[in-house]
């Protein structure tokens, strides 16, 4: 088996980019799912299987579900409709003078918020977003589902060192701007066009450093009582801003 797909929207979109090999799992009875099975009878590239309740909480393993189970049919690495990129490939694809928005994410580790960030980058059209290979979460079954399939079109870098990727991009003409507290309002920010976002952990923020490779620091103006935004928040307000600014 492959790497396993649950939510009505994500498995929608993996149906539309499916293999040979994929198999969709669902629950016999329930018609909640008939429009995934007519989408997958169209594609001509998925096996339909209809469970029991039994065989199929065997199938789902705990996973949260409607009655269906996408299964790939391909490892969790190779699942991607666009598989993982380099960051120096990703570099040389760019024409002179194009414009980019790179999110790069320093040790993320809930799925949920993975997910939820890719759904805004795919919304904005984060050109790449970059995950470390280590100390990290990366596109696992509930990062689909929560990103609502956008995980399945969002172009990814996993990368061993993170400094040194960031190193590569400003070399190609990118300019950093990490997000912190103590940053220049965003909303005052002047974002280059070709520009990387870092978003540092859910607790402790970004590494010292990969902090010392930032550009500049910017921040989000905030009047409420509790003083942060979780992260995805943050990542999808931050993506506007550039996009505020360079539209296309």
């Known amino acids: 088996m492959g790497e396993k797909i649950t939510g009505t929207h994500a498995i929608e979109e993996a149906l539309k980019n499916a293999s040979m090999g994929s198999t969709l799992y669902l629950l016999r009875g329930d018609r909640r799912n008939a429009p995934l099975e007519k989408l997958a009878l169209q594609t001509g590239k998925t096996a339909i299987k209809k469970l029991s309740q039994l065989e199929f909480d065997k199938v789902a393993k705990g996973a949260e579900n409607r009655g269906a189970v996408f299964d ?106 990490g997000a912190d507290m103590a940053g220049e309002e965003s909303y005052s920010a002047e974002f280059s066009q070709r520009s990387v976002i870092v978003m540092g952990s859910e607790g402790s923020g970004m590494r010292s450093l990969v902090r010392a490779k930032c550009d500049k620091i910017v921040s989000i103006p905030m009047s409420g009582h509790i003083d942060s935004l979780n992260v995805s928040v943050a990542a999808g307000i931050l993506m506007y801003e550039y996009r505020r600014t360079f539209r296309n």
Not at 78 to 97: H, T, W
């Open 72 to 177: 790939t049919g391909r490892r969790v690495k190779d699942s991607r409709v666009n598989p993982d990129i380099s960051v120096e490939d990703f570099c040389a694809s760019l024409k002179n003078g194009e414009g980019a928005l790179v999110l790069c994410l320093d040790s993320i580790t809930d799925p949920h918020n993975l997910g939820a960030i890719l759904r805004s980058a795919d919304q904005f059209s984060a050109t790449l977003v970059i995950v470390p290979k280590n100390n990290s979460v990366h596109a696992t079954e509930v990062v689909h589902r929560v990103s609502s399939g956008a995980a399945s079109y969002v172009k990814m870098s996993t990368v061993t060192n993170l400094s040194r990727a960031l190193d590569t991009l400003k070399d190609n003409g990118f300019w950093v701007y």
